[in-house]
């Protein structure tokens, strides 16, 4: 269901999380200590942050329809009509070419087409269609032509019923999105039962209400990383925004993050190696002698001819190969001058299943295509492929049905190699990207590319002469898979995946479709069918294969960065809970003030979050995004909580007041702090020394500035306070050290139990 404005408004201003920070800022406005109320602001960026991003996706839904941007072609007056969508009524009739998509639920009435209904059920097999067979809207069609009369449009169209499910906005499955969900699900209902506990134990050990209730509402914040999910969408958008210069449109924000996990990518040749344009090389006839011009002065030359004219004409859709074709034969005054046959009695329009195309005529076949897939003469099949040379090899046969094959000519053609396609296949070896070709076309032709672009390995394989396949073995075994159906594109992107493997797919057609959904990252080039656009997470809007690159490494720069990031964040998350939690039992003081942790909150967590998220990183992200900032956020949550806790029950001990407790609490929980942006920012650069000293400096003129040390209510140390400060110091260094170590090796192990 569609959301209006309002609606988008008021379910991210309704929440648990926003509700909970109210009541604490009514509880602190309540005893007077407004300055203490600066955490609100947080929560305010954060859901104004949210409702723009929610925005912004739901007039990227509304404009991504279900439904093709081109208009339908309707029969009007007998004149082919492109008419605008709405415009069509329910008993017209439509008219059908290879690539369109089926708008309305109808008959077919006239022709043969094959359609793709997988973008609808996922089943994977093309769909012969004849006159009176119905039509699913959303299906596309993949071979032939036809015209099919309109019987439901409208709410009872079932293109219109899939339009509002396809087009709700869906939560991305991702690492980092999860872990947001989760932290902001599971603390803000616990801070209910914390907080109404803690409240009680505040009251229960002081007599000061304003300390009582500021100090609870110190801890309930202190668990919330409330700039955590305002940074990860800002960085995000960000980083949304700097693709979109380069002409990438983003379909899916938290889709950053899954490409910078790539491992290995799968590559079509047409249009990613190649540019998709196709020229005829030479015409070969069965003694392997050259056509020269496309003359017919043989009776072998006539046959051949005459039936790749039967055969071209007879074909309504265009492809790169027809077009190649009918280029260069359509200029020759002889292949004008042929004779035609005096009937066609059966069209076979070209299949990406079939791999075939031809005509039945005089009682004989004439086909088009590759040649297994035309005879079974092994004596003919070898004889070809020893001639291909290289290149796509497309014969011409004649099957008289009776079991007898004569091969009547050969066109060898060749591809455009894209001028980038050498750089950009060393950019994915120097990167730790493992390069896979997978095409529907002959495996000399492929390989032969492939070689030319600098793929390594070339190890190649023809999946059409196996019988059985082992998709998991062919996966490992290969590095290129030719005459591949769109189904079998699906099951070796999901052998890679079972393999661990993470896998990015690109593709331009709707034989793509099935392989870019099961794919972790999917890219679909800009002039690409509408419905590979539509399962892409990723489009490329100038079709540009070079485009491909800066996609990987914003997407590396954006989550590496994150994850530093995160784990300052997720540091604070964990000593603030486990301190909430502590302090009820504890009959001391909480140690920290609401404005004294958004001091922190900046100082240590969002300003060097912000900063480090900005940093470039183009390495591949490896292990789990959880497994890697709980590496760094564990030990320093924990140190920080057992010095804290340390430091209350000394303080208590020796009647320390609030104030100097509080102070050397922020002063102890800065420096474990500097330790861990220190420990994330290894090997120190320029940028990130400057980051620490300007820290430093923010902290040091704080404590020392008489007015900045008196709103955030700091003092002067005493030396009694600066020993203890210091013990706990040096303390906390080992201790971090033994839980770093510790913590470095279990944590892996416990979260792979999960």
């Known amino acids: 269901m569609k959301h209006s404005i309002w609606r988008i408004i008021a379910k991210n201003t309704f929440t648990l999380f926003n509700f909970v920070n109210l009541i604490l800022a009514i509880m602190v406005a309540a005893v007077g200590s407004y300055k203490n109320m600066l955490f609100i602001t947080i929560a305010i960026a954060n859901t104004m942050i949210s409702i723009i991003n929610e925005v912004r996706a739901k007039k990227i839904v509304d404009k991504l329809k279900l439904l093709s941007e081109k208009n339908p072609v309707i029969m009007r007056n007998g004149t082919p009509t492109e008419v605008e969508i709405g415009d069509v009524k329910q008993g017209d009739v439509m008219v059908l070419t290879v690539g369109d998509q089926i708008m309305y639920d109808s008959r077919l009435i006239e022709g043969q087409i094959e359609v793709n209904e997988a973008f609808i059920t996922g089943e994977q097999e093309n769909i012969a269609k004849n006159p009176g067979d119905e039509l699913i809207s959303g299906s596309f069609v993949v071979a032939g032509s036809a015209k099919a009369e309109v019987e439901r449009v409208g709410a009872e169209n079932f293109v219109t019923k899939l339009q509002n499910e396809a087009s709700s906005i869906k939560t991305a499955d991702s690492h980092l999105f999860r872990l947001m969900n989760n932290i902001v699900k599971y603390i803000s209902w616990t801070l209910i039962p914390i907080g109404a506990l803690l409240l009680w134990a505040r009251f229960r050990a002081e007599a000061d209400t304003t300390t009582a209730i500021t100090s609870t509402v110190a801890a309930l914040i202190n668990m919330i990383p409330e700039g955590l999910i305002l940074l990860t969408s800002s960085v995000l958008a960000l980083a949304t925004i700097r693709l979109s210069k380069r002409r990438v449109l983003v379909q899916d924000l938290y889709a950053i993050e899954t490409l910078a996990r790539v491992d290995t990518i799968c590559l079509d040749k047409t249009g990613t190696l190649t540019t998709g344009n196709m020229t005829v090389f030479d015409v070969l006839m069965p003694d392997g002698s050259k056509m020269e011009g496309g003359g017919d002065s043989t009776p072998a030359e006539k046959s051949f001819l005459r039936a790749l004219k039967a055969i071209l004409t007879s074909q309504t859709a265009e492809n790169i190969t027809i077009i190649a074709l009918n280029k260069k034969f359509a200029r020759s005054a002889k292949f004008k001058a042929t004779d035609d046959f005096a009937k066609i009695d059966e069209i076979y329009p070209f299949s990406s299943d079939r791999k075939y195309s031809g005509v039945r005529v005089e009682g004989a076949k004439y086909l088009m295509g590759a040649i297994e897939f035309i005879t079974e003469d092994k004596t003919i099949i070898k004889e070809v492929k020893a001639k291909s040379g290289g290149y796509r090899t497309l014969a011409v046969v004649r099957d008289d049905g009776r079991g007898k094959t004569t091969l009547l000519g050969m066109i060898r053609l060749e591809d455009e190699i894209r001028a980038t396609a050498p750089k950009i296949i060393r950019y994915f070896y120097d990167n730790d990207i493992d390069v896979k070709i997978i095409s529907g076309d002959d495996l000399g032709s492929v390989t032969a590319i492939a070689e030319k672009v600098g793929v390594r390995g070339l190890r190649g394989v023809n999946l059409s002469e196996m019988k059985t396949k ?285």
């Open 470 to 754: 082992n998709y998991q073995k062919l996966a490992k075994d290969y590095d290129i898979f030719t005459r591949v159906t769109p189904g079998e594109k699906k099951e070796l992107i999901k052998a890679l995946k079972a393999a661990g493997r993470t896998v990015a797919m690109t593709g331009d057609g709707v034989n793509d479709i099935l392989a870019m959904k099961e794919a972790d990252a999917s890219l679909a080039i800009g002039e690409g069918s509408d419905a590979a656009r539509r399962a892409a997470k990723f489009v490329l809007l100038d079709s540009g294969f070079e485009s491909i690159p800066s996609i990987i490494d914003e997407g590396r720069q954006s989550i590496n960065n994150l994850e530093r990031s995160t784990s300052l964040f997720l540091a604070k998350t964990v000593y603030a809970s486990i301190l909430a939690v502590v302090f009820v039992f504890l009959p001391f003081s909480y140690p920290f003030k609401p404005i004294e942790m958004s001091l922190l909150n900046f100082a240590c967590i969002g300003f060097p979050g912000l900063v480090l998220s900005l940093e470039k990183n183009t390495d591949r992200v490896k292990n789990k995004f959880v497994t890697n900032i709980l590496t760094y956020s564990l030990p320093i949550g924990l140190t920080v909580s057992l010095a804290m806790i340390a430091l209350a029950i000394i303080a208590g001990l020796n009647n320390f007041p609030h104030y100097e407790l509080s102070t050397t609490a922020v002063f102890v929980t800065f420096v474990i702090d500097l330790i861990l942006i220190y420990w994330i920012s290894r090997p120190l650069n320029k940028l990130r020394a400057a980051l620490i000293v300007t820290i430093v400096s923010i902290m040091g003129v704080i404590f020392v500035w008489p007015f900045a040390r008196d709103f955030f209510e700091f003092t002067f140390l005493t030396d009694n306070g600066l020993f203890i400060a210091a013990i706990l110091i040096v303390a906390s260094v080992a201790v971090f050290e033994i839980l770093r170590r510790v913590l470095a090796h279990l944590t892996p192990k416990i979260l792979d139990r999960f």
